[in-house]
């Protein structure tokens, strides 16, 4: 039988909000987690400048600083940290043994998946150097920052018509770019659409450029070349911000044919609750959520995994 040198009570894969507030719980409980951080320490918000609408810091945070400051928090109860990504688990037993990348193995009595979800780009080279100066994936996030500009939303599905009418109410105007001449989104979000008035629908649209300048680490985007793919004119329309809504991945490759998916690839958790299919592993954060994907709500399920994973092992 094969020796493990390590057996923990409580694993934490991944280290955005979920992660780190699980840590947290997890570390004042006394399980003494060891957490993984993954390929992107820090997660989704360390891609984005100002945090504003997280409970606490009147004056908003840097991305990058908050995580910095929810690992330094989950450190100080006595979270084992580290960097690295987990490459394997099995979950067909418990504890469950898990590979890491550098070679580690160890086994597990309770893990907590919050490997989060990456926002899907376009794709393009102008779209990139723009990140962060005008490009966002998230509205609730960076929406503030047009409060009367023009603004263009790419997507046709809800988050995009969500997104589009929240943005609707800060910005002037508000382009819509679709692929096709009919949303995806459901009727009612449609609906809504197609009746704000400061929203303009560009249908059988695409992207072919951002357009910007650049002064040194300062970047400001004043527009894109937009081309109707059944006339073939291209047309530049004169925006600032530019919001990508065409989906998000969960990170979830791992757990494929392990534990419950939903057609996309969300985890399936129990209803109130961070289980999923398998006893004794939790999931919190954006992999098991595609309606909220909010920091707070994040860290909510972070707390609640925790507490359930403690629970679990108590009840053990
Ligand atoms: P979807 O996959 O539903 O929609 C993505 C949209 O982006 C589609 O309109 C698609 O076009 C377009 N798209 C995809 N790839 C590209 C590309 N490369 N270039 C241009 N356009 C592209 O993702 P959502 O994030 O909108 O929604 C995900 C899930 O979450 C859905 O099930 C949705 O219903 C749900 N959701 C529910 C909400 C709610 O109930 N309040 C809010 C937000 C999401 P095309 O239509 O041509 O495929």
Known sequence: ???????????????????????????????????????????????????????????????????????????????????????EIDTDSRPFKVKIDDGTELLAETVIIATGATARYLGLESEEKFKGGGVSACATCDGFFYKGKAVAVIGGGDTAAEEATYLANLASKVYMVHRRDELRASKAMANRVLNTPNIEMLWDSEVKEVVGVEQGFTK?????????????????????????????????????????????????????STATNVPGIFAAGDVQDKHFRQAITAAGTGCMAAIEAERFLGEQ
């Not at 719980?25 to 992107?40: F, I, N, Q, S, T």
């Not at 329309?237 to 490759?253: C, Y």
């Open 1 to 87: 039988m094969k020796i493990y040198m390590e057996t923990q009570k409580c694993l934490i894969i991944g280290s955005g909000p979920a992660g780190y507030t699980a840590a947290i719980y997890a570390a004042r409980a006394d399980l003494k987690p060891v957490l993984y951080e993954g390929m992107e320490p820090g997660g989704q918000l360390t891609t984005t400048t100002e945090v504003e609408n997280f409970p606490g810091y009147p004056n908003g945070i840097d991305g990058p600083q908050m995580m910095e400051d929810l690992k330094n928090q989950a450190v100080r109860f006595g979270t084992d940290a580290r960097w690295g990504m987990v490459s």
């Open 220 to 272: 400001a985007l004043n527009g894109a070349i937009i081309r109707n793919k059944k006339t073939g004119e291209a047309r530049k329309i004169d925006i600032e911000g530019f919001f990508v809504a065409i989906g998000h991945k969960p990170n979830t490759e791992l757990f494929k044919g392990k534990l419950d998916m939903d057609e996309t690839g969300y985890l399936i958790t129990k209803p109130d």
